[in-house]
């Protein structure tokens, strides 16, 4: 397996068709960094990936700028996990181990073995290739924001494809 350089060949893809260079993402202000205000082992630990996964039963993504999300129980079995995204082309090896792109099981080791406190009841999945920043920053953070928050999780971990 090679390493796909995403970034480069973005740029290299749009200065082939004429385009002017891709617009990434930057953020207006440093995010406010907040210390853990208790042990990790007593944290509970909240999850969201962008590599659009969703459970058996629920409706796959509609791939560009689907700014939707999944709500996934944590104890879903990994054989129920799918994966809808519009870079098909990094999803083979997420096939093969769903937990590359959404480490539910890991996840739940650590809990199991008391590293972490707990895991959310449950975890999100967003389908990362939603190019309008403008939509990023109003539609889909704040809705992941809230699910996060809803689950009254310590930290979250962000696990980006």
Same mark, same amino acid.
């Given at each position: 397996?090679?390493?796909?350089?995403?970034?480069?060949?973005?740029?290299? &893809?749009? %200065?082939? *068709?004429?385009?002017?260079?891709?617009? +990434?993402?930057?953020?207006?202000?440093?995010?406010? +960094? @907040?210390?853990?205000?208790?042990? *990790?082992s007593d944290c509970k630990v909240g999850m969201m990936s962008t590599a659009g996964t969703y459970a058996l039963g629920q409706t796959a993504y509609f791939y560009k700028d689907d700014t939707s999300h999944r709500v996934i129980p944590s104890n879903t079995p990994v054989e129920n996990l799918r994966f809808s995204h519009l870079t098909e082309?990094?999803?083979?090896?997420?096939?093969?181990?769903?937990?590359?792109?959404?480490?539910?099981?890991?996840?739940? &080791? *650590?809990?199991?073995?008391?590293?972490?406190?707990? *895991? @959310?009841?449950?975890?999100? %999945?967003?389908?990362? @290739?939603?190019?309008? &920043?403008?939509?990023?920053? &109003?539609?889909?953070?704040?809705?992941?924001?809230?699910?996060?928050?809803?689950?009254?999780?310590?930290?979250?971990?962000?696990?980006?494809?």
């Amino acid at each position: 397996m090679s390493t796909v350089e995403y970034m480069r060949t973005i740029r290299e &893809k749009y %200065s082939k *068709l004429g385009y002017a260079p891709y617009g +990434w993402h930057k953020t207006e202000e440093t995010p406010p +960094w @907040a210390p853990l205000q208790k042990p *990790l082992s007593d944290c509970k630990v909240g999850m969201m990936s962008t590599a659009g996964t969703y459970a058996l039963g629920q409706t796959a993504y509609f791939y560009k700028d689907d700014t939707s999300h999944r709500v996934i129980p944590s104890n879903t079995p990994v054989e129920n996990l799918r994966f809808s995204h519009l870079t098909e082309n990094y999803l083979p090896d997420t096939r093969r181990d769903a937990n590359c792109a959404f480490p539910l099981e890991p996840l739940r &080791k *650590l809990a199991h073995e008391g590293f972490i406190g707990s *895991l @959310a009841e449950n975890v999100f %999945s967003c389908m990362g @290739a939603v190019y309008s &920043k403008r939509r990023v920053d &109003k539609e889909v953070a704040p809705t992941i924001y809230e699910a996060l928050v809803k689950e009254n999780v310590d930290l979250a971990y962000l696990v980006p494809l």
